[in-house]
C-alpha cells in the first residue's frame, strides 16, 4: 500500500509526465536525427567520395562459403565500418543539437534571472533574494555608522 501511495506522489508531482514527454520526444528526435544524416548528409558526401556508399563499406575478414547447391555453410565476417561513420554522424549531429539547445536555455535562464533586465520578468525568488541582499546590505551600512 506504501508503494502505491508513493507512485501516486510521483506521478500527481509531474514527474512522471515529465520523463514520458522527454521519452516521446526523443524517440522522435532520434528518427529525425537518423533520416538526416541518413538522407541529407550521407548522400552528398558519398557524392563527394565518387558515389561510395558508406553504409555498405566493410572490411571482410572471411568471406561467405556456399556448398554446391548455393546454401550458405559458413556466414560472412565482416568490419562494417560504414555503419560506424553513419552512427559517429548521427552522435555529432545529436550533441551539437544539444549544445545548442542548451546554449540557448542557459542564455534564457541568465536573462531571466538579471534583476536590472526590465524586458523580462524576473521570477519571484531571485527578486525576493534581491531584496533580501539589499536590506541586509542597507542593516549593515546601518550598524557600521552606529559604531
Known amino acids: 500500500m506504501k508503494l502505491f501511495k508513493e507512485f ?13 514527454i522527454g521519452i516521446i520526444i526523443g524517440a522522435s528526435f532520434n528518427k529525425v536525427i537518423d533520416v538526416l544524416a541518413k538522407e541529407v548528409l550521407l548522400p552528398p558526401l558519398s ?4 558515389g561510395v556508399n558508406y553504409q555498405d563499406k566493410k572490411i571482410v575478414l ?5 556448398d554446391a547447391v548455393g546454401v550458405v555453410s559458413t556466414a560472412e565476417v565482416a568490419i562494417a ?3 560506424l561513420i ?16 542548451v546554449k540557448f536555455m542557459n ?8 534583476i536590472s533586465d ?24 546601518l550598524l557600521k555608522a552606529g559604531k
Open 8 to 20: 501516486k506522489e510521483f506521478a500527481v508531482k509531474g514527474n512522471m509526465m515529465d520523463m514520458a
Open 47 to 50: 557524392l563527394l567520395s565518387d
Open 62 to 66: 572471411r568471406d561467405e562459403v556456399a
Open 81 to 83: 565500418y560504414g555503419h
Open 86 to 101: 553513419e552512427v559517429l554522424l548521427d552522435f555529432l549531429i545529436i550533441g551539437f543539437t544539444v549544445f545548442i539547445v
Open 107 to 114: 542564455k534564457l535562464r541568465r536573462k531571466s534571472q538579471d
Open 118 to 141: 526590465e524586458t523580462v520578468v524576473t521570477p519571484k525568488d531571485i527578486e525576493l533574494l534581491s531584496d533580501l541582499k539589499v536590506l541586509m546590505e542597507e542593516q549593515n551600512n
